[in-house]
């Protein structure tokens, strides 16, 4: 039994294994006893050889080359010993939160305000079915679908910052820019029902 060598900070750990074993062993058991000694999880380490990356979690520890008394370098840190940054995280939830809620608009308005498109369309190019009904329907959309749009708009507007970061109110002031052309797309939809009306 022989031992290859992990290098971390200061500390030194001999690790066994025979030549047959580094042939069996992949990169990504290496990674898991690694993490049981230092802590630090696999997703964050890095483990190299002779100056280079060792990648590919699948490969065997001899297609790397190493045998016995081959020595890696170990880079990674504890997630206790990666300082907090404060600004950063808020930051980062901040955006987080602005496209939340413009995926939100993405995903439950604008198909409706597609639907409602195609329907003042149809009701307008169709002249049998002018009905008064059936445009009382239609405002009844349109008037719906301009609360939802509102509501998104005050929630982006909701979202502050004990201090403000650029990068939340470029991403706030497009989102915002987006639902207010969604608004306008609105109006611009809803006319044709008012401009039908006043032909009839």
Avoid at 108 to 120: A, G, K
Avoid at 182 to 199: P, Q, V
Wanted: glycine letters at 4%; charged letters at 30%.
């Amino acid at each position: 039994m022989s031992f290859i060598q992990v290098k971390w900070k200061r500390e030194i750990f001999n690790l066994e294994y025979t030549e047959s074993s580094l042939s069996a062993t992949t990169l990504a058991q290496l990674k898991e006893r690694c993490s049981e000694l230092t802590g630090i999880p696999t997703a964050s380490m890095k483990l190299l050889v002779t100056g280079v990356v060792m990648k590919d979690d699948t490969a065997t520890l001899a297609s790397y080359g190493l045998r016995m008394g081959s020595k890696i370098m170990l880079i990674g840190s504890k997630p206790e010993d990666i300082p907090p940054n404060p600004g950063s995280t808020e930051e980062s939830q901040l955006i987080s939160r602005i496209q939340q809620l413009l995926e939100k608009t993405h995903r439950e308005i604008f198909p409706q305000l597609d639907e409602f498109e195609l329907e003042v369309a149809r009701f307008v190019s169709h002249q049998a079915s002018h009905e008064i009904k059936e445009r009382g329907k239609l405002q009844n959309l349109r008037n719906y679908l301009n609360e939802q749009l509102m509501q998104a708009l005050f929630a982006l507007d909701g979202v502050v910052s004990s201090s403000e970061f650029e990068s939340v109110r470029d991403a706030r002031r497009a989102a915002v820019k987006e639902t207010q052309m969604a608004l306008d797309r609105l109006d611009s939809i809803g006319a044709k029902l008012g401009d039908f009306k006043e032909r009839m």
